[in-house]
């Protein structure tokens, strides 16, 4: 919430202060989206369809004796933020009070670098709860998460008039990350165009492009091409129709309720570009059943099905 901003920045900024004015600016974003960000209900909303999927028709539950009353759920899901609350040391303290000893862990996004996945798992390596953790650290090649990008770029095109939907351009996004991931070779931009290149299979010919969004304010390079200079470019061309699908994102938050439906879409707005952006993956069924199938195959390689 508006009131939450400066207190997250400071953990995200590692508790360095943020100048006045970023606070301000950062402030004014979650005020322009409606006063706070709904990606905690939305995370929610997401562990309780994967955990209702881990444990469906009996396949994941135990202590089954006949009588409904009698079973327990095998699975459970837990939510852990980086930067927020319920932050990842205090879920995962919970989880050790109830009696919790073995976890598969699952960042809720698709495509690894060390800023990003590797990061969660280091604070949960931090925590030091004594739970054994079985990380999963990519998942973009998931099926049931490309089929679910293909599905809702599919239905966003409806949105287009018919006669102009053979030539909707799609702008696959991710969030941008400093350039100095390159040094690594850390693999994230390659795991994005992976992405791309297996949606576009399921999707058929059509004129697409990735790019980055939201690179944070700060000195240093980030990676590029970013998506607004591709939204420009393709309006000097002449394209009139343009599609976002954010790739590196599942739920809705700041980077997509500002930086895509409003800064995006005044930008396309002032270039006489017809903007739209797919939805949100959310619980989308296809997904959800595909990262179920993904946490089965972990606890069955860490030897704990």
Do not use: C
Request: aromatic share 8%; proline share 6%; glycine share 10%.
């Amino acid at each position: 919430k508006l009131e939450d901003v400066e207190p997250y920045l400071l953990d995200v900024r590692g508790h360095r202060e943020t100048p006045r004015e970023i606070v301000e600016e950062v402030r004014e974003r979650y005020h322009r989206i409606g006063g706070r960000s709904p990606i905690l209900e939305q995370t929610w909303a997401q562990a309780a369809a994967l955990e209702a999927a881990l444990n469906r028709g009996g396949e994941g539950r135990r202590g089954a004796t006949g009588g409904e009353g009698d079973e327990e759920p095998r699975f459970r899901a837990f939510v852990g933020m980086r930067h927020w609350h319920p932050l990842i040391a205090g879920t995962l303290a919970d989880m050790a009070a109830a009696g919790i000893r073995r976890a598969v862990g699952l960042a809720m996004a698709p495509h690894y670098s060390r800023l990003s996945i590797g990061a969660y798992f280091r604070k949960v390596e931090e925590a030091g709860a004594g739970i054994a953790v079985a990380a999963i650290e990519r998942w973009g090649l998931l099926p049931g998460y490309l089929d679910a990008l293909a599905q809702h770029v599919r239905a966003a095109l409806e949105r287009f008039p018919a006669q102009a939907r053979d030539e909707v351009g799609v702008i696959f996004t991710a969030h941008s990350l400093p350039q100095r991931i390159l040094d690594w070779g850390d693999p994230y931009p390659q795991e994005l165009r992976a992405t791309v290149e297996a949606v576009m299979q399921r999707l058929g010919p059509r004129p697409h492009e990735f790019a980055f969004q939201s690179a944070a304010m700060t000195p240093d390079p980030w990676l590029g091409p970013d998506a607004g200079e591709v939204i420009e470019r393709w309006a000097a061309e002449g394209r009139r129709h343009i599609l976002i699908a954010p790739i590196g994102f599942v739920t809705e938050h700041v980077e997509i309720l500002y930086d895509v439906d409003i800064v995006f879409r005044e930008q396309a707005a002032a270039l006489g570009v017809h903007l739209e952006r797919i939805d949100m993956l959310g619980t989308a069924p296809r997904m959800i059943e595909g990262l179920a199938a993904l946490v089965r195959e972990r606890a069955q390689e860490a030897g704990w099905l």
